[in-house]
C-alpha cells in the first residue's frame, strides 16, 4: 500500500491567486514529520515546509502552510499568492520515526502558474 | 553557508560499467542518504551512511554500494549497469542528535544525472 499519496498529478493556478497541494499519509508510527518539497526543472529538490506528528499548530513559512488533519491523515499544502516562479513538481515526504532518515515520497504534484 | 553539492553533474556511461557519484553534505550536517529518481516519480530512497556506516537500506540490489568518509562527505557505486539505473541521483545531508534522533530536516543536493546506454 502506498505510504504517501498525492492524487493531483497536474495543477494549474493564476497568478497571484492561492492553491491548494493534496497530500494523504499512512502510518501506524504515532512519531512522523511530513515534508514538502519543490522540485524545479533544474531537478534539486527545495525543501519549504515541515510538520512533526506531535505540533499542535499549523506549520507556515512565509508563503507556505501546511494543512495538517491528523485525524484524516492528511497535509495539504497551501501556497498563497502564486508566483510564476512558483511552477514545479511539488512532492509530499513522510518520515516514520524519528530515528530514522529515510523519506517516502509520493508521486508528485505539477504545478503550473499561469500569468 | 554551503548547501549540500554533488559531483559530476551529468554522466554517460554504457550497460555493464561501473559508476561512482560523491555529494559533500551541508555545513554542519554528518548524515548522507542517497535516492534514485526515475524520470516523473517520487525520489526512492537507496541507503543513508552516518559515522561512516551504511545505518539504513532501501530496496535496492548489492550492486549499489556507498561509503562516507571521515569528512562525512560520501560516495555511491554502482556496479555492472543496467539501462534500468538511469536516474536522477540526490544527495541529501541531515544531522542526528545525541539522543539519536533526526534533528534537522534534510536538504538536498542538485542532484547527478546518470544515462546508461
Known amino acids: 500500500a502506498q505510504k504517501i499519496t498525492q492524487t493531483q498529478p497536474g495543477m494549474f493556478v493564476q497568478e497571484k491567486e492561492a492553491v491548494t497541494l493534496d497530500c494523504t499519509y499512512d502510518?501506524?508510527?504515532?512519531?512522523?514529520?511530513l515534508f514538502w518539497y519543490k522540485q524545479p526543472s533544474s531537478g534539486e529538490m527545495i525543501f519549504l515546509i515541515y510538520q512533526g506528528s506531535y505540533d499542535q499548530q499549523n506549520a507556515t513559512e512565509g508563503r507556505y502552510s501546511l494543512n495538517f488533519q491528523k485525524a484524516r491523515k492528511s497535509a495539504n499544502l497551501v501556497i498563497s499568492a502564486s508566483q510564476l516562479g512558483d511552477s514545479a513538481m511539488y512532492f509530499c515526504?513522510?518520515?516514520?520515526?524519528?530515528?530514522?532518515?529515510?523519506?517516502?515520497f509520493g508521486q508528485g504534484t505539477t504545478l503550473q502558474v499561469k500569468p | 553557508d554551503a548547501g549540500v553539492t554533488q559531483s559530476p553533474t551529468h554522466l554517460i556511461k554504457t550497460r555493464g560499467q561501473q559508476v561512482t557519484l560523491r555529494c559533500s553534505p551541508k555545513?554542519?550536517?554528518?548524515?548522507v542518504s542517497w535516492y534514485q529518481q526515475a524520470l516523473g516519480q517520487g525520489p526512492q530512497f537507496i541507503f543513508q551512511y552516518y559515522e561512516e556506516e551504511e545505518r539504513q537500506r532501501g530496496n535496492f540490489p548489492d550492486r549499489f554500494s556507498g561509503h562516507q568518509f571521515p569528512n562525512y562527505s560520501s560516495e555511491l557505486n554502482v556496479n555492472a549497469l543496467l539501462l534500468g539505473d538511469s536516474a536522477l541521483y540526490l544527495c541529501?545531508?541531515?544531522?542526528?542528535?545525541?539522543?539519536?534522533?533526526?534533528?534537522?530536516?534534510?536538504?538536498f543536493g542538485p542532484g547527478t544525472r546518470l544515462t546508461v546506454l
Open positions: 515526504a513522510m518520515r516514520e520515526g524519528r530515528t530514522t532518515g529515510k523519506l517516502i
Open positions: 502510518t501506524s508510527d504515532p512519531s512522523y514529520g
Open positions: 555545513s554542519g550536517h554528518d548524515t
Open positions: 541529501a545531508s541531515s544531522s542526528f542528535g545525541l539522543a539519536g534522533e533526526i534533528t534537522d530536516t534534510q536538504y
